[in-house]
């Protein structure tokens, strides 16, 4: 069996290859690692309160989920997920159930520049340069494969339909922060589009 090592609650792996691994699960590449995989919390982490999405320290690319989310998003016919088997113990080694890896299948293949509208100037110090942003995640819908869930290709970053994000308020669904894709900003400094956020919940980007 596989065996990660995170800050919070994971083992170091048999054969590490680090964010490769994490990312091949959340993609559903399964080849790559031995199930189940094993979750341990670190003894000088976490604390005792389980939630809906699980931190892993890898952050929203590999965060277990609970018997609730699987049953919500079951029941109400959400697409563009499925889950994989794990196994999670707490510090003192004593397995706690009712968890399941989580992979997104749904996917939108591109991003539409041209959807960038409203620019931000940046300045991290009085004396610093100018950096240029923009507001919104510019999503090419066109090539969207019209899942609830799904990733934006190449990336870790999740989005769902407001359905979900409906679905998992009203369930009260714990650990997660939802940010709307048009408060989300993108620096203009870099060749990849990279999108800031500073939480550490399981981040998911909803709207439309």
């Not at 100037?121 to 019209?146: F, N, R, V």
Request: net charge neutral.
């Amino acid at each position: 069996m596989t065996q990660f090592f995170a800050p919070c609650s994971m083992l170091l792996a048999d054969e590490y290859r680090g964010m490769d691994d994490a990312l091949d699960l959340l993609y559903g590449k399964y080849d790559t690692v031995r199930l189940p995989l094993i979750f341990q919390q670190k003894k000088s982490y976490g604390g005792k309160k389980m939630t809906d999405f699980m931190n892993s320290g890898w952050g929203s690319v590999l965060s277990p989920i609970s018997d609730k989310v699987v049953s919500l998003l079951t029941e109400k016919k959400i697409t563009g997920w499925k889950t994989y088997p794990i196994r999670v113990f707490d510090k003192n080694g004593v397995e706690i159930y009712g968890y399941h890896g989580f992979t997104i299948t749904g996917r939108c293949r591109d991003l539409d520049l041209s959807l960038l509208k409203e620019r931000i100037e940046y300045q991290y110090c009085a004396s610093g340069p100018i950096y240029y942003h923009y507001k919104g995640i510019p999503l090419d819908l066109s090539s969207w494969d019209g899942s609830d869930i799904f990733l934006l290709a190449g990336t870790g970053f999740m989005f769902m339909h407001k359905k979900v994000f409906s679905l998992f308020k009203e369930n009260k669904i714990t650990n997660c922060e939802y940010i709307n894709i048009t408060d989300f900003v993108i620096t203009d400094e870099s060749n990849e589009e990279c999108f800031i956020n500073k939480s550490f919940k399981q981040n998911i980007r909803y709207n439309w």
